[in-house]
């Protein structure tokens, strides 16, 4: 038997994705014996963010303030405009490659089954920047799942009514990967997507 705040604490534990009941059982023990002074800090700066962590009214990405750092900064190129499903997708290319333009993050993915749609991810909003005539170029950088080749999709149409020109990150043959540990249906969609060596 444990008591009935130690088992709110292990209920509450296992929001976070991929916590089930036996690790959030760890962690509550280890906040317990071992860490209290580190609990008490993770519920001060917990309380904090769900109170002043909101949404940039541009892009949707978080941000304490109305206009994130990025939206807001003069050095980003206005005319790209990339689209993410998540702040960690935004994140990841932020560190990963040169890009330089603005971002758009959905917050998710189309998926009609689980009751997201268009007005969910905000899509009202980004028709509203695509119709301001500022974008040229809006590249969709959706996952390769089945619901994120569905929300590119919807994406490309969208920028093309609106005389966008949409594009997406190439998908395929990791660099230094070898083929013949390379998963079938990356290899197809490589050998489908395949391109001209330049000069």
């Given at each position: 038997?444990?008591t ?9 534990l ?8 036996k690790?959030a ?15 008490r800090?993770?519920?001060?700066r917990?309380?904090?963010a769900?109170?002043?962590?909101g949404h940039?009214e ?13 939206c ?6 206005t005319r790209t405009l990339?689209v993410v499903e998540t702040p ?5 290319i ?5 890009y ?7 917050q998710g993915?189309?998926s009609p ?9 905000g899509?009202?909003?980004l028709a ?6 500022e974008?040229?170029?809006?590249i ?16 490309a ?5 609106h ?5 997406r990150?190439a998908?395929?043959l990791?660099?230094?990967g ?8 990356t290899?197809?969609?490589?050998f489908?997507?395949?391109a001209?060596?330049?000069?």
């Amino acid at each position: 038997m444990t008591t009935p705040l130690l088992e709110q604490l292990i209920d509450a534990l296992r929001c976070l994705p991929g916590v089930g009941q036996k690790s959030a059982q760890r962690m509550a023990y280890h906040l317990l014996e071992r860490e209290r002074a580190g609990g008490r800090r993770l519920a001060e700066r917990l309380a904090e963010a769900m109170e002043k962590v909101g949404h940039c009214e541009r892009c949707r990405d978080f941000s304490e303030t109305p206009v994130c750092a990025i939206c807001a900064s003069p050095a980003r190129d206005t005319r790209t405009l990339c689209v993410v499903e998540t702040p960690a997708d935004r994140l990841a290319i932020e560190a990963a490659t040169g890009y330089r333009g603005l971002y758009f993050v959905l917050q998710g993915r189309l998926s009609p089954l689980d009751g997201i749609g268009p007005r969910e991810l905000g899509l009202d909003r980004l028709a509203e920047r695509l119709a301001a005539g500022e974008i040229d170029e809006l590249i969709v950088a959706t996952n390769p799942t089945v619901e994120g080749e569905a929300t590119a999709h919807y994406l490309a149409q969208l920028a093309r009514s609106h005389g966008v020109r949409p594009s997406r990150p190439a998908h395929g043959l990791p660099l230094g990967g070898e083929l013949e540990y390379t998963d079938r249906g990356t290899l197809a969609h490589a050998f489908g997507t395949r391109a001209e060596i330049q000069r």
